[in-house]
């Protein structure tokens, strides 16, 4: 055994090295053990990747893609800025909370923290420089909040861990909502905290007319994810089905009502929507590969059994688990993180008491974390590149922003209510 799994890890880890990608590093992986070792045959090897290709949720994926795709295109960024900064701006240090509230309000849409900086971060990074702001501030607090995405439904890692745990997609989205306006809500006190120390700018009030146009503007916008949490608490469909109507309704809203996106342009998103889908399916197909090698191994038993020897009470044990991930998380994206690392450990901690919502949301929120943390860190990287400030400045501001997501990450371990507590609605 310890030859065949220093061959697996062997294998994916030079192909890191080479900078492939990471599916394609999985992949050659996986590949040269079938070949080297007579337990995966060629046609198992084809077998579990067809297999890891046959869950319904996977339709969501592409589909939520798609929707984020067509709202982007469809000028939906710019009547969420607008309506957050009618709303925020006029605080001190507005802009920072500005950011802060449309990463909430467009993390309500896309479910893609990289959608949310692109989008977002474009618009309101050189904003907040213009007006003074400390350009690696302004990085900070793009890329802090740009996770908020991966909480509040759709979630696209909440579809990854329901796609790998036995668990539903709709209570796992009602449970993501709590800890995603948590999340909004800490990083506002932080920003506010920092805003008042420095003497931020503050803006002017631009009255009621001002406040009522933005909210016309950005109703139709709004009104998705209402329905959304709506339709999933009441049982009426499926996340799957939902995500396709929802689809339907961005057509409607960006084309015949608003009459933002062309019929060239919702091409060009549906072609983006594609590949951006194709990504991650190949993951996921090879992924679900890796794992059965992975059993076949024992390797997901023997660490979920060193775990369970520790002898430890369950919230000890999440706690332990979410450490972990934290830190794996450092150079492990978070796709990889909840299709590789968090499987193998949910069994352990549901057998330990844990319930799985919980175990969800823990995992998701603490594989999170590593998009802002080098050195893989997506990002900050971003963030620091729209900026223009150097990755250690960007650093330096981003720690009370990470110190506050590290305390909401141990109330979600310790108060289970904040992670379950709307996930049994539907």
């Known amino acids: 055994m310890i030859w065949q799994t220093a061959v697996l890890l062997g294998v994916f880890v ?70 957050a900064n009618a709303l925020l701006a006029p605080m001190r240090g507005g802009l920072a909370q500005v950011n802060i509230g449309a990463s909430l309000l467009f993390g309500g849409i896309t479910g893609s923290a990289l959608a949310d900086v692109a989008a977002i971060g474009s618009t309101v990074v050189p904003a907040m420089k213009q007006q003074g702001y400390e350009p690696a501030y302004a990085a900070a607090v793009t890329a802090a909040s ?49 805003a008042r120390r420095r003497g931020h700018p503050q803006g002017t009030w631009q009255g009621r007319r001002h406040l009522g146009q933005a909210i016309r503007g950005a109703s139709g916008a709004l009104l998705l994810p209402v329905m959304l949490v709506t339709a999933l608490a009441q049982g009426m469909a499926t996340a799957t089905e939902l995500a396709a ?28 929507a594609s590949e951006d889908a194709a990504r991650i399916l190949s993951i996921i197909a090879v992924s679900g590969a890796a794992l059965w090698v992975m059993g076949s191994l024992g390797l997901d038993r023997s660490i979920a059994q060193g775990l369970a020897n520790l002898d430890i009470e369950k919230t000890r044990l999440l706690a332990l688990v979410a450490a ?67 990755i250690g400045a960007v650093l330096r501001e981003l720690l009370p922003f990470m110190a506050a997501l590290l305390l909401l990450l141990i109330a979600l371990v310790l108060f289970e209510p904040l992670s379950t507590g709307l996930g049994w609605l539907s």
């Open 14 to 83: 030079l192909g890191l090295a080479m900078r492939l990608p990471v599916f394609l590093s999985l992949a050659m992986a996986t590949v040269i053990y079938s070949l080297a070792f007579p337990a995966m045959t060629p046609l198992v090897l084809v077998q579990v990747l067809n297999r890891g290709l046959e869950s319904s949720a996977l339709s969501a994926v592409a589909l939520f893609y798609l929707l984020g795709a067509i709202m982007n295109a469809g000028g939906i960024t710019t009547r969420l800025l607008t309506l």
């Open 324 to 390: 972990l991930l934290v830190v794996s998380g450092t150079f492990v994206g978070v796709g990889l993180q909840l299709m590789l690392i968090v499987p193998p450990l949910t069994p352990m901690l549901v057998d330990a008491g844990v319930p799985i919502l919980q175990v969800g949301i823990v995992a998701v929120f603490a594989s999170a974390l590593g998009l802002i943390t080098p050195p893989i860190g997506v990002l900050l990287f971003m963030c620091a590149s729209q900026s223009g400030a150097p």
């Open 146 to 194: 740009a996770p908020i995405a991966l909480l509040i439904p759709p979630s696209l890692p909440m579809v990854l861990f329901a796609l790998f745990n036995d668990v539903s997609l709709e209570d796992l989205f009602l449970a993501g909502l709590l800890p995603g306006l948590l999340m909004a809500a800490y990083l506002f006190i932080v920003a506010t905290v920092i």
């Open 245 to 272: 109507l929802a689809v339907v309704y961005a057509v409607l809203l960006c084309v015949v009502v608003h009459r933002d996106l062309t019929l060239t342009e919702l091409g060009r998103a549906l072609l983006s």
